[in-house]
């Protein structure tokens, strides 16, 4: 059995739309180990949910992807989610019983005509038993543990009945009710209010030590990522311009990006008087952008005729860091190489 | 539970009781009354009509009294003995001329409902499935050219159809043989062979509607996250799509079966005429042209109770689908 979970190698995904191809994620690669955690960060519109969307195969069917997104299972070969059909009996058996999700928004993520029990049940008879009582069994069981007062009760009950943490409670228990090797948390806590936030995520901390998966958090809350991950990618306009573990990124972050997101965290102990630290300026629309890097226009660093000329390629330059600026000299000379590569390859 | 449903009942009380009013009122409103047509009709074909019989008709009608007194004099017979009283111009009471005709008017607006479910529902969540597909935008041109064509156009296209191709005898609700006979297994068998056409063109232009509504509502829906998490949970998206989106898009559509008859009722009048129906439709036009204060209120009366009810009936099926609804309701 390989330590190897997920491997997703240079993913794209382009959105063909009237006014020109969206590209939401624009060629990124990671790997998920077993048990190993793991953060996506950025801000809103980086491409975050659309590169998860993407792994799980749920963007809509005019999206055009590449890449690939090799699955390894306990046993058997590895399965490459791209080439599947989104529709197919092998997507759909990864889907909640091998890689589940948890949505940001408890509210609607759930049909209010149906009872949380229903809900529930469905996915655990798909993919572990048939037995409707069983299957009861195992979600009440559930409820209990993430924490429901009444599970029994509450499985008749109806998602209006709940507040939004007893609802984003209940998505984490059917997220966990098939036991799935890979959890993917699409901004579980954004939707909840401080104190809830802080139980929700203390509750996924102790069920991942009890079940032992991998937990993929997409956020852009750094609070989340310091408290949960041990490596982070952080994501601006569809590419990874950072890869780190949770140490670094916040005493030792390289690229410029990542440092400003750094300062504009509040700290403790600073007079009202002073303003919040921001990024000029918002993220451009990834629709027909010009060529160079991404973060060019906000960028303070940036290095006029570079900087907007080449996309610079991520390149590890410590240990367990990789980076994609042209700040560090290794990342210039790994760029020069692909384009000489490139010419070669012209000729 | 209990006191919602008299609470209902009351509240439909009120507004039936309020309904009578009102269409009595409306009925009255033309200057003249059924006496006066009648004595115009008379002097058209040359006869003459000499005050003092005018005022000894009007008298004997109850005519000359206020309009007050004359809606009490028809309501409260109506309301203490089922009477509901005399129709000027058929000369004869007014309930069993009504009787058959308004139970000829639920099984045709009932079939029609049922014939436009039926057909749009398949066709909506073809078109919604497969947007923008050729099936989806050839439904969406039959669609909009079955509510752009008027009822009577397609009722007499039909009609000659019917005759020509497959030689049935056009127009009614019943072969000759069977329109005064009692009711029997073999006149409903006849009436069943004659019901398709009229539930054809009373529903097409219903069924062209429902099909945009619903097509509508289910892509609105399909883009909904609770559709996302199933569909993460790996259910099948045939099974899915019936079991959550569908179920969702119908919510608004149930809500409007009550007000569905009404409709029926009044848009297919004309095809009623064209297609010699015997259902409420031209006879209370024919009421309403004739001042026929006693048969156009108490038919409208009747008109508006399978209303109400239908309203009720579909309030009581949104409470069963909605849970939401049902424990607002229910506290």
């Known amino acids: 059995m390989t330590d190897l979970l997920l491997r997703v190698k240079n993913i794209k995904t382009h959105l063909p739309l009237e006014e020109g191809v969206l590209k939401a994620v624009d060629g990124i690669s990671f790997t998920i180990r077993r048990g190993e955690t793991m953060g996506l960060v950025g801000e809103s519109g980086c491409g975050k949910s659309m590169a998860v969307n993407t792994i799980m195969r749920l963007v809509p069917s005019f999206a055009q992807i590449e890449g690939d997104v090799a699955y390894y299972p306990a046993d058997g070969d590895p399965i490459n989610i791209t080439e599947l059909d989104p529709y197919g009996p092998v997507i759909r058996d990864i889907r909640g019983g091998e890689i589940a999700m948890i949505f940001q928004e408890p509210m609607t993520s759930f049909s209010p005509l149906h009872t949380i029990g229903n809900q529930i049940t469905e996915a655990i008879r798909i993919h572990r038993t048939e037995d409707k009582k069983e299957a009861s069994k195992i979600a009440i069981d559930l409820l209990q543990r993430v924490g429901m007062s009444n599970p029994t009760q509450r499985l008749n009950e109806y998602p209006h009945q709940l507040s939004g943490g007893m609802r984003q409670r209940a998505m984490i228990a059917m997220a966990l009710s098939c036991e799935p090797s890979l959890l993917i948390a699409d901004e579980p806590t954004t939707a909840l209010d401080v104190t809830v936030q802080a139980q929700v995520l203390q509750l996924m901390r102790d069920l991942q030590t009890e079940f032992g998966m991998s937990i993929l958090y997409i956020t852009h809350d750094l609070g989340v990522i310091a408290r949960m991950v041990q490596v982070v990618a952080v994501m601006y306009l569809g590419k990874i311009v950072e890869f780190t573990d949770v140490d670094s990124l916040f005493y030792n972050a390289k690229h410029p990006y990542t440092t400003a997101l750094i300062q504009s965290i509040p700290k403790i102990g600073n007079k009202s008087r002073g303003r919040l630290e921001s990024i000029p300026g918002a993220v451009p629309v990834p629709i027909n952008r010009p060529p160079g890097c991404g973060f060019y226009p906000r960028c303070a660093a940036a290095i006029e005729g570079l900087c907007n000329r080449i996309d610079p390629p991520l390149v590890q330059i410590e240990e367990d860091h990789a980076v994609a600026c042209f700040v560090y000299p290794e990342v210039v000379d790994a760029a020069g190489e692909s384009t000489a590569e490139g010419a070669a390859h012209a000729f | ?331």
């Open chain 2, 1 to 331: 539970m209990l006191s919602y449903f008299i609470r209902r009942l009351l509240y439909m009380g009120i507004v039936l009781f309020l309904v009578s009013i009102l269409s009595f009122y409306i009925i009255n409103l033309p200057p003249g009354s059924w006496i006066h047509n009648y004595a115009l009709e008379l002097e058209a074909s040359g006869d003459i009509v000499d005050e003092e019989e005018l005022k000894f008709l009007l008298h004997r009608y109850g005519l000359d009294r206020p309009l007050h007194e004359q809606y009490v004099h028809w309501i409260i017979p109506l309301v203490t003995e089922g009477d509901f009283g005399q129709s000027f111009e058929w000369g004869q009471p007014v309930w069993p001329l009504i009787e058959e005709r308004l139970l000829l008017t639920m099984i045709v607006s009932l079939a029609s409902i049922i014939f436009v479910y039926v057909v749009s529902v398949p066709i909506a969540l073809y078109s919604a499935i497969n947007q923008y597909s050729i099936g989806d935008y050839f439904f969406s041109f039959m669609g909009l050219i079955g509510l752009a064509t008027p009822n009577f156009l397609i009722a007499l296209v039909l009609m000659i159809i019917m005759l020509r191709v497959f030689g049935v005898t056009p127009g009614g609700l019943f072969s000759p043989e069977y329109l005064r006979a009692p009711w029997s297994l073999a006149k409903f068998w006849d009436m069943l062979t004659h019901l398709p056409v009229p539930v054809v063109v009373i529903g097409t232009a219903g069924t062209a509607g429902l099909i945009r509504i619903l097509r509508a509502q289910l892509l609105d829906e399909f883009q909904k996250q609770y559709v996302i998490t199933a569909r993460a949970k790996g259910l099948r998206e045939r099974f899915l799509i019936i079991k959550y989106p569908l179920r969702m898009a119908f919510n608004p559509i149930v809500s409007s079966i009550g007000s569905l008859l009404p409709q029926i009722v009044s848009g297919s009048a004309i095809v009623s005429i064209v297609l010699g129906l015997p259902t409420t439709g031209p006879l209370l036009l024919r009421a309403l042209i004739a001042q026929d204060t006693y048969a156009a209120a108490s038919m409208l009366l009747m008109l508006s109770v399978l209303t109400v009810v239908g309203v009720f009936l579909s309030d009581l099926l949104l409470m069963w689908l909605d849970p939401r609804i049902r424990y607002e309701r229910g506290n």
